[in-house]
Each structure stands twice: as C-alpha cells, then as structure tokens.
C-alpha cells in the first residue's frame, strides 16, 4: 500500500456551501412551520445531513504533515499539501510528521569480525517519505525504526575488526567511521523501506573495548605505539651512522679499518637509539 493523493477542495470554498446549506435548512423550516408543507420539513432535513457530512470532511494540514484518511476501513488517500481543506465526509484521519528526526541507539554490547566484545552506539537521521506506508506497513514506525536500526547495527558491528592492527582488513571500526557510517546507512535503508521510511545519515557516535578486555586492548594499543615510535628511532639513527661515517670518509679525518668502523657504528647506534643520556667514554690514552 503506497501514498496516494486524495480528492479536496479549498476549506473555504467547504465553508461557504456549509453557509449556503444552512441558509436552506433555516428558510425550509421556517417555511414549514408556517405552510405545514411536508417538502420543506424533508428540504430541512436533507440540508441538515449535508451540513454534517461537509463539516466532517474539513481538515487542516500543517507544515511538514501528511494525513492518512480511510473511509470504513477502505484506503482513500494522503494529504501533504499545508492549509485548510475538504476532503471526503465520515473519514478517518492518521497523522504523520513528515519532519525530520533524529535519535541516539542505546549501547550495544557485540562481538567485533574478531570476536573482541565492544560497546558501540549510533546517531540515526531519518524521516517519513511514505506516509501510507508509515501507517499501514508496521504497527508502530518509530518503535520499528528503534528496533531495526539496533539490528542494523549490530549486523554491521559484526563485519569490521574494532582496529586494523596488521594490515589484515581494508576497512575497521576506529579507523574508517565515515565508510562503516555509509555501510550502516545502506543496510537501515534496505530494513526500513517496508515503513516508508528514508534514512537520511547514520553514524557511530560511541565506540569503545567493554570493561573486561578494555585495558588488555589498551596495553596493546601502547605496545604498538611504542614499537612504531622505536622503528622511527632506528630508521634515523642508521641514517645518521651512514652519514657520519660517509662524511668522514670522504674529509679524510680519519683513517678507519672495518673493525673500528663497527665499533664507532655500535657507539653511535647505543647512543642515538639509547632511551636515556648516554655517559661517554673518554679514551685518553696509556702511560705506557
């Protein structure tokens, strides 16, 4: 069941033939209380009836609202255009904010692709684009968007790695919000579409270890840190070494044999790599 445009005319145009059925209703009463003719009691009570049914076909509609209306249980059509409107008589009216609308997921606790269990929760924007289908598709669609977009997010949570530490995925968690945060989007749009439903952006707005492997993760997070920084260490020590050693070289300030140049080697690398002050050495020589 899809939206659909209902028949309506202008409210006010409504307004002035309720006017001009109460006119006759009025003049054909008093006519037969005076002539006791049966044609203008019927007249009266025709107009009557017609002044009731055009009064319950009046309906306003505000801005960014939609109306669902049935009639007897029958599917008759939506209203999305704001103003003052008559529309079908005896009709029975569902209103929809077509308003946008955002919410926060609770904390989920999951299994990454790993298997390390996360707490992770999402920011979801969505609005109604079917009103029909927002009325006659789930029971309840914001209780069902809530519910779908807590599956979606787990199915996605499920997919990537919390962080990429080896190299092994192309995409994780931590590193690449923005790609998972399209990912989540596309799969709450292929669950919602039954609501008549548009997901305008989804995001993960809390992402974290659980309490029970959170400070193992965060050792190894500072492990890692730790060896990147030491490798960067080492890359610029070498290349100072070669450098001193070149330049010396090529000055002539020294004369220097293959084992000497691995001893200078070694004491450069102790002292350029060395976490603490290095305490030197002076050889002054012997007495003898």
Not at 1 to 11: A, D, L
Not at 16 to 35: K, Q, V
Not at 45 to 51: K, Y
Not at 242 to 271: C, H, P
Request: charged share 20%; proline share 2%; aromatic share 8%.
């Amino acid at each position: 069941m899809t939206e659909k445009p209902i028949g309506k005319i202008n409210g006010f145009l409504g307004v002035l033939l309720l006017l001009l059925f109460a006119g006759i209703a009025i003049i054909s009463f008093s006519n037969f209380s005076i002539t006791d003719n049966g044609f203008m009691l019927f007249a009266a009570i025709v107009s009557a009836l017609l002044m009731f049914l055009l009064f319950s076909g009046f309906t306003v509609i505000q801005p960014n609202q939609a109306k669902v209306f049935t009639l007897f249980g029958s599917y008759q059509g939506v209203i999305r255009q704001e103003g003052f409107w008559l529309t079908i008589p005896l009709t029975i009216r569902n209103t929809v904010s077509l308003r946008v609308i955002n919410f926060n997921s609770d904390r989920l606790k999951v299994n990454d692709l790993e298997g390390n269990p996360i707490e992770i929760a999402a920011v979801v924007v969505y609005r109604v684009s079917d009103a029909a289908k927002a009325v006659f598709g789930v029971e309840d669609y914001r209780e069902f968007v809530h519910t779908q977009s807590e599956t979606g997010l787990r199915h996605i949570a499920s997919q990537y790695p919390y962080d990429n530490f080896n190299n092994d995925y192309e995409l994780s968690l931590r590193q690449h919000s923005d790609e998972v945060g399209d990912n989540l989007t596309k799969d709450l749009q292929q669950r919602l579409v039954i609501a008549g439903v548009d997901i305008i952006e989804a995001r993960i707005m809390h992402l974290a270890y659980s309490s029970e492997i959170a400070h193992a993760m965060l050792q190894r997070q500072q492990a890692k840190a730790v060896l990147a920084a030491r490798k960067v260490i080492v890359e610029g020590a070498v290349s100072m070494v070669k450098s001193a050693i070149d330049q010396l070289s090529s000055e002539g300030v020294v004369e220097l044999d293959e084992e000497k140049k691995a001893q200078m080697i070694n004491n450069l690398m102790v002292t350029l790599v060395s976490e603490k002050g290095s305490q030197p050495v002076i050889n002054t020589g012997t007495i003898y």
